[in-house]
């Protein structure tokens, strides 16, 4: 019988490919049974708590690579979501924000609500173009001392996802495209 062989990690692109696999490998474990997509309608994949939903929109708990993505919409730990998300430290969010204007601090009252620390590197992801972050945002952040970049969401998603996988202090606003 065949067995895939991988490769020892090493300190090039190997520990990060084999740190993404292990990561994959255990969202797929810790996947509910039953599940069903998730989407702002019905708030919260009860099957993951036995709380009530919360009154703020949809949140999984966790870190999630993300999928895939289109269609207005994600898709991450085996839900689906349509609309704009926040991919926190603390979990990964439904987010209002539909256009490059909406990226505000007030928009992002989850990613400085975070613990001091938490996030290093907010990846932004500005939809089909690059926009450029407001100036007054771009103060704010480097306040709270996070570093940001803003590019295409498509972009955004697998820079997301490979420093994710290297276990990096990252956080990420993805406006959702079609």
Not at 66 to 93: K, N, T, Y
Request: zero cysteines; aromatic letters at 8%; glycine letters at 8%.
């Amino acid at each position: 019988m065949l067995q895939r062989a991988h490769p020892k990690p090493d300190k090039t692109l190997g520990m990060a490919f084999n740190d993404f696999e292990q990561i994959k490998s255990k969202q797929k474990k810790l996947a509910p049974i039953g599940s069903v997509p998730w989407r702002a309608s019905t708030h919260y994949h009860r099957a993951m708590s036995h709380s009530p939903a919360p009154q703020h929109g949809g949140f999984v708990p966790g870190r999630h690579l993300i999928e895939s993505f289109g269609s207005h919409g994600f898709r991450f730990a085996d839900m689906s979501h349509r609309g704009s998300i926040l991919a926190l430290p603390s979990g990964v969010r439904a987010w209002a924000a539909a256009a490059p204007a909406d990226i505000t601090a007030d928009a992002l009252a989850p990613l400085f609500a975070e613990p001091a620390g938490a996030v290093e590197l907010l990846i932004v992801g500005t939809g089909a173009e690059l926009v450029r972050l407001a100036p007054a945002l771009r103060d704010q952040l480097r306040a709270a001392k996070i570093r940001f970049d803003p590019m295409a969401t498509a972009a955004a998603i697998a820079t997301y996802n490979i420093l994710l996988g290297e276990r990096r202090r990252v956080a990420a606003a993805f406006l959702a495209v079609p």
